[in-house]
């Protein structure tokens, strides 16, 4: 078992770290604004007027992402189901509405596949990866991106020599901050909730975590660890890099 130290938080008897994928390991923030941004334009394309509502919906304003928002922590299924909301707003059918969201995301996807390869990882996480996993700890990423998204991510940046379970929203129904999905993730890691800490950057992360029984949570804002949004983590830190492993 390891002890980890971040800032005046000792988290003690872990056997497993799971870590969000976006905001968290991966710098997306760019692409994600991209990929909402594209969407919108899509549906604005057939339905004139939406995409400026879409984009607010999404969190993107003034070419900025709100961290809180739900393109930054929401599945793919809840924002096609929010852009469908705003479509059947105006007189369309459901399953229509469902029908031109679905096309238009899928579309931004085959704009935008090189981008998504381009997001870097945040300076420092390899390292903090390679670093943990030798201490024996098993490390996981739980995300709100598919799984099959999550598996590309972690061969794009060559993490499979440190990550041991993939994992995303999928078509089970579950998404953040159900505790289901956190528990799902440990039986898949063969450790105990209480045993394993979770590192994420929003309050859907620290709240999953926290319901599921989690051994502790550390809220992550890259640059600025005071966020509002991380309040309820154990500790909020500015770089994984303030990450220590301590004595038990």
Same mark, same amino acid.
């Given at each position: 078992?390891?002890a980890?130290?971040?800032?005046?938080v000792?988290?003690?008897n872990l056997?497993?770290v799971l870590?969000?994928?976006?905001?968290?390991?991966?710098?997306?923030?760019?692409?994600?604004?991209?990929?909402?941004?594209?969407?919108?334009?899509?549906?604005?394309?057939?339905?004139?007027? #939406?995409?400026e509502p879409?984009?607010?919906?999404?969190?993107v304003?003034d070419?900025?992402?709100?961290?809180?928002?739900?393109?930054?922590?929401?599945?793919?299924?809840e924002?096609?189901?929010?852009?469908? *909301?705003? #479509? *059947?707003?105006?007189g369309?059918?459901w399953? &229509?509405?469902?029908?031109?969201?679905?096309?238009?995301?899928?579309d931004a996807d085959?704009?935008?596949t090189?981008?998504?390869q381009?997001s870097?990882?945040?300076?420092?996480s390899? &390292?903090?990866?390679?670093?943990?996993?030798?201490?024996?700890l098993?490390? !996981? #990423?739980?995300?709100?991106?598919?799984?099959?998204?999550?598996?590309?991510?972690i061969?794009?940046?060559?993490?499979?020599d440190? #990550?041991?379970?993939?994992?995303?929203?999928?078509d089970?129904?579950l998404?953040?901050?159900?505790?289901?999905l956190?528990?799902q993730?440990?039986q *898949?890691? !063969?450790?105990e909730?209480?045993?394993?800490?979770?590192i994420?950057?929003?309050?859907?992360?620290?709240?999953?975590a926290?319901?599921?029984? *989690?051994?502790?949570?550390?809220?992550i804002c890259?640059g600025?660890?005071?966020?509002a949004?991380? &309040?309820?983590?154990d500790v909020?830190?500015a770089?994984?890099?303030?990450l220590?492993?301590?004595? &038990?």
């Amino acid at each position: 078992m390891v002890a980890i130290r971040c800032r005046e938080v000792k988290f003690s008897n872990l056997v497993a770290v799971l870590f969000d994928k976006d905001g968290t390991l991966e710098d997306s923030q760019s692409f994600l604004r991209e990929l909402a941004q594209k969407r919108s334009r899509l549906i604005d394309a057939q339905i004139p007027g #939406i995409g400026e509502p879409l984009l607010m919906a999404f969190g993107v304003q003034d070419a900025t992402l709100d961290p809180t928002g739900l393109m930054a922590v929401g599945s793919r299924r809840e924002n096609e189901i929010a852009a469908a *909301a705003y #479509i *059947a707003e105006t007189g369309r059918s459901w399953l &229509e509405s469902l029908s031109i969201a679905r096309s238009a995301f899928a579309d931004a996807d085959r704009y935008l596949t090189q981008a998504a390869q381009t997001s870097p990882l945040f300076t420092g996480s390899l &390292e903090v990866l390679k670093f943990l996993a030798e201490t024996g700890l098993k490390l !996981g #990423i739980l995300s709100a991106d598919s799984t099959p998204g999550v598996e590309a991510f972690i061969t794009r940046h060559q993490l499979s020599d440190y #990550i041991q379970l993939g994992m995303g929203v999928d078509d089970s129904g579950l998404t953040k901050p159900d505790p289901q999905l956190f528990l799902q993730a440990c039986q *898949a890691l !063969g450790v105990e909730p209480g045993q394993t800490l979770m590192i994420g950057d929003s309050a859907g992360d620290i709240q999953m975590a926290t319901e599921a029984g *989690a051994a502790g949570t550390v809220g992550i804002c890259w640059g600025t660890p005071q966020a509002a949004h991380l &309040e309820k983590a154990d500790v909020a830190i500015a770089s994984l890099d303030e990450l220590e492993i301590v004595p &038990e």
